[in-house]
């Protein structure tokens, strides 16, 4: 598996996990074979990175696919919209975003 930025994206690819919208709901299965206008399509639905099957190819190409704090922050809220009035989603939104930021510094 690799993950890489949907500008990436060419044809024939096959997605090696579900990508899910904002809302958690799935916008694409896993094993579906993509195209590059799916992956402009992903783009304008805000999906920045996907996985799809093959090996990685470089610790390079692993850095492309980092984001900035802001970016990340702003997905995540995307993802958490709605629910961070609940004190307890606010907290699994913090912890999640803390260890999401984490990950992406160590790649």
């Known amino acids: ?41 992903l783009k304008n639905w805000g999906i920045t990175t996907i996985t ?18 802001e970016e990340l922050r702003n997905e995540m809220q995307g993802i958490f919209s709605g629910v961070t009035d609940n004190p307890i989603m606010k907290k699994i939104f913090i912890a999640a975003y803390h260890y999401r930021l984490h990950k992406t510094k160590q790649e």
Do not use: Y
Not at 7 to 36: A, E, H, W, Y
Not at 52 to 65: A, L, M, N, P, R
């Open 1 to 41: 598996m690799k993950k890489i930025p949907v500008d990436k994206v060419q044809d024939g690819m096959i997605l090696f996990r579900d990508v899910c919208g904002p809302s958690g709901n799935i916008l694409l299965s896993r094993g579906t074979v993509i195209s590059s206008a799916l992956g402009r399509r």
């Open 52 to 69: 799809v099957e093959g090996k990685e190819d470089s610790t390079q190409e692993q850095k492309e696919v980092s984001v900035s704090e």
